[in-house]
């Protein structure tokens, strides 16, 4: 599939060959991990190792300017409300007349965002390098029905479908005077006659790809063939267990009172 | 003044190649029929749609009637030009043809009485009387293709633009496509037909622009558009059937029937 349609950049970097299932723990090991763990400096540090890889694999720039423009509008307003109104707030930090800024909002917000620039850099780390049809061909290969993949892959595309699918529409009816750029006001005029027929294109596409599955024996109850091996190693699988078996692991030591 | 005019324009799809290498694409357009003919990938799509605004070259300057397309929304354009896209599943989204065909000119708010007048007319050219309730996606290609023509149509625009209309045609499709650019001809409209069907060319089209990888290799009347034959092979076309026979006979470069039939008779 074409670049255009999903985030995936081409690549030859040691991420981008790296099993899907591998990338696959990582990201969501370290997401779960920078919400386990109790203090600032523990997200600083999975955060650090995750830029480390966004680096490593070459989609720095890439990555900057898509989670700049996510991460830091969600920064500054928690940082805002958070420092002027969270509830635990005792310990001022600097008063500007009758408005005042605690630390206790201050450290709490700087958690939240670090969390969820891991969250962010984690998805992203792994979208950039993972081409979305390899995400289902892992799954299948490991045992995922192809019913089941077919569901994961679909799902995946849906969002680049239907934007792609929503351009066209749109490049059709701008085609015909219908003004869809400009102000606010109009562009929401221009919302209606694109919901209708973007709803029924679906619907229309949908029943087309069964059709088409259908004719190439997708219903059949056969062995299949894998398209592809992926390459997978020993580490991997080590790295997998162990980044897999860490999420446990971390919610044990919270539990038994880790701080 | 010429309707259509493009000055070193330069354009490139994301992540390609540029579609018209150095200086970039220059050419002027009179009105009546032109034919814009070349290769797959000439870049012939590329450059209709950057005559009504779907894409936007890199530099260079686009006009239509005088219309700095730069300056003006694709919908602002859509006054001006009729566009006819050459896939019909990339421009059909209504639920009927009628639907499909009045979209343009009710969203440009044209008075009633010129919206029917419009639409009723772009239909019957079009040989869509009696299809109005049908779902366009329930017609086939040939079919989709027409409702798409009379949806650039019904707007009534000075210029028409008609990606490979001639697509997928039968006989009596291309000659009812042949009296229509005709006749928008006669009402003083400018008609720029993408076409790969060379006969329709040379009976349809008083003039012809060849491109070539991007490049303008002829521009001029039809009538001496395949004289070269050196550009007629790289540019991947062939000349009409009429003109190989009037070859072979000794009659000359006849490029349609017509003018067969006048050097037959000398
Ligand atoms: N959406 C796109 N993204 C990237 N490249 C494109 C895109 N559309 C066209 N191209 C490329 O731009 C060049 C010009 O394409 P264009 O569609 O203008 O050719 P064309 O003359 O209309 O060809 P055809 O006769 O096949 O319709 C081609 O090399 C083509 O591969
Ligand atoms: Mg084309």
């Not at chain 1, 255009?4 to 099993?19: P, V």
């Not at chain 2, 001006?80 to 599943?89: A, L, T, W």
């Not at chain 2, 989204?93 to 343009?104: C, H, I, L, N, Q």
């Not at chain 2, 009402?187 to 040379?202: E, I, K, P, Q, S």
Request: glycine share 8%; aromatic share 6%.
């Amino acid at each position: 599939m074409a670049g255009g349609l999903s985030l995936y950049a081409e690549g030859t970097s040691l991420l981008h060959r790296a099993h899907p299932l591998t990338k696959g723990v990582l990201t969501l090991s370290a997401i779960a991990l920078a919400f386990i763990a109790p203090s600032l400096w523990w997200v600083v540090g999975i955060l650090v190792v995750l830029l480390a890889l966004v680096t490593a694999a070459g989609v720095l720039r890439r990555f900057f300017a898509v989670a700049l423009a996510i991460l830091l509008p969600i920064t500054l307003l928690l940082l805002a409300v958070q420092g002027f109104a969270n509830p635990l707030n005792r310990t001022v930090v600097f008063a500007l007349g009758p408005i005042v800024y605690y630390r206790e909002g201050l450290a709490f917000a700087a958690l939240a965002a670090l969390r969820i620039a891991c969250l962010v850099s984690a998805t992203f780390l792994f979208s950039f390098t993972t081409r979305p049809a390899d995400i289902a061909e892992a799954l299948m290969q490991r045992g995922l029905s192809p019913r089941m993949g077919y569901v994961v892959q679909s799902a995946l595309q849906i969002i680049p479908q239907t934007l792609e699918m929503a351009g066209r529409i749109q490049d059709a009816q701008r085609a015909r005077g219908l003004e869809t750029q400009g102000s606010l006001p109009r562009r929401a005029r221009a919302y209606l006659p694109l919901m209708l027929p973007l709803v029924l294109s679906s619907l229309v596409a949908t029943q087309e790809r069964a059709m088409a599955l259908e004719v190439r024996g997708f219903g059949l109850k056969v062995k299949r063939i894998a398209r592809y091996e992926f390459f997978d190693s020993t580490l991997q699988r080590a790295l997998r267990w162990a980044l897999a078996l860490a999420v446990p692991g971390a919610i044990v030591a919270r539990v038994a009172g880790w701080r | 003044m010429p309707e259509i005019r493009l000055e070193d324009v330069r354009f490139a799809y994301p992540g390609g190649v540029d579609v018209y290498p150095e200086p970039g694409l220059t050419l002027a357009l009179g009105d009546g029929v032109t034919a814009l003919v070349g290769e797959n990938g000439a870049g012939k799509t590329t450059l209709t749609k950057l005559l009504i605004g779907l894409l936007r070259p890199r530099a260079g300057s686009v006009t239509v009637q005088g219309e700095d397309v730069a300056k003006a929304t694709v919908a602002a354009m859509a006054r001006i030009v009729g566009y006819s896209f050459q896939n019909p599943d990339d421009q059909l989204f209504e639920r009927t043809v009628r639907a499909e065909v009045s979209f343009g000119p009710r969203v440009l708010r044209k008075p009633v009485a010129e919206v029917e007048r419009g639409v009723a007319w772009a239909l019957e050219a079009c040989g869509l009387k009696g299809r109005e309730e049908v779902h366009p996606h329930d017609l086939g290609l040939s079919e989709r293709k027409w409702v798409a023509i009379a949806s650039a149509l019904a707007g009534e625009p000075q210029v028409v633009v008609l990606d490979e209309p001639t697509l997928g045609q039968d006989y009596p499709s291309r000659e009812r496509l042949r009296s229509l650019v005709a006749q928008l001809a006669d009402m003083g409209r400018t008609v720029l037909v993408v076409t790969h069907d060379m006969d329709f060319v040379g009976e349809a089209c008083s003039s012809t622009v060849v491109l070539s990888e991007g490049a303008v290799r002829y521009a001029g009347p039809t009538a001496a558009a395949f004289a070269d034959r050196d550009l007629v092979d790289e540019a991947g076309i062939e000349p009409p059937h009429v003109t190989s026979l009037a070859r072979r006979l000794g009659l000359g470069d006849a490029v349609s029937e017509r003018a067969f039939l006048a050097a037959l008779g000398r």
